[in-house]
């Protein structure tokens, strides 16, 4: 009788023993700290948008590339960034972040838009910058007349850029000798100068 009572309190002593493990071991498990919810697009683009009419244009460019992280398949974010690049003259970023958003929608007209200008402009620029140092020859040359001849087509215009305005004629003798040529070969560089296509009409 004895040896069944000990029996007997031995498992209700056992059956403490594991309750009180099993509470403190609720006890010390830790606690996840909560998850904040994520800010809606809408807000971060409000945001951004703020930081932009406010001026800090470099502090709106960060908060949109949030805003494309925390949504990536919207376009948005990329549309801003290529628009803000592109008011800065950063012609190749804008031209990579337009790329951005007509991977979420080919069919985006101001990502296009950016994309034609912003090409243009660093071609005009480029073409600028080789008809001034005179290296405009060979298959470039060829390849930027086809290109020039593509564009008028595609504008329908008979010149790319329009010519700078005449400058007023005086009435002079003409100059001779070395100093004659000079003034000649200045003008003509100046002209080409002005139109960076000149070459390629």
Same mark, same amino acid.
């Given at each position: ?7 007997? +309190?031995?498992?209700?002593?056992? @059956?403490?023993?594991?309750?009180? !493990? ?33 001026? *800090?244009?470099? *502090? ?5 590339? *949030? ?17 803000? $690049?592109?008011?800065? @003259? ?10 951005? !958003?007509?991977?979420?929608?080919? =069919? ?12 243009? +402009? ?9 008809? $001034?140092?005179? =290296? /405009? %020859?060979?298959?470039? $040359? ?8 593509? /564009? ?6 008979? !010149?790319? !850029? ?6 007023? *004629? ?22 080409? %100068?002005?139109?960076?296509? @000149?070459?390629?009409?």
């Amino acid at each position: 009788m004895t040896t069944v009572l000990s029996f007997a +309190r031995a498992a209700q002593l056992a @059956g403490a023993i594991v309750s009180v !493990v099993a509470l403190s071991a609720c006890t010390t498990a830790p606690v996840a700290p909560p998850v904040a919810a994520k800010p809606s697009l809408q807000s971060m683009l409000a945001q951004a948008g703020t930081a932009s009419s406010g001026g *800090q244009k470099e *502090q709106a460019v960060k908060l949109w590339q *949030q805003a494309a992280q925390a949504y990536p398949s919207d376009k948005s974010p990329w549309l801003s960034i290529a628009q803000a $690049r592109y008011e800065a @003259g950063q012609y190749g970023e804008a031209i990579v972040n337009a790329q951005e !958003v007509l991977v979420r929608d080919p =069919n985006d007209t101001l990502a296009n838009s950016i994309i034609a200008i912003s090409g243009l +402009r660093l071609s005009t620029r480029s073409l600028s910058d080789l008809s $001034r140092q005179n =290296n /405009l %020859s060979g298959s470039i $040359r060829t390849e930027s007349q086809d290109l020039a001849k593509l /564009l008028r087509e595609s504008l329908g215009e008979a !010149v790319l !850029v329009p010519p700078a305005p005449a400058p007023v *004629q005086q009435a002079a003798t003409p100059a001779r000798g070395k100093a004659g040529a000079k003034k000649a070969a200045k003008a003509k560089q100046e002209e080409s %100068s002005a139109d960076p296509f @000149g070459a390629l009409k």
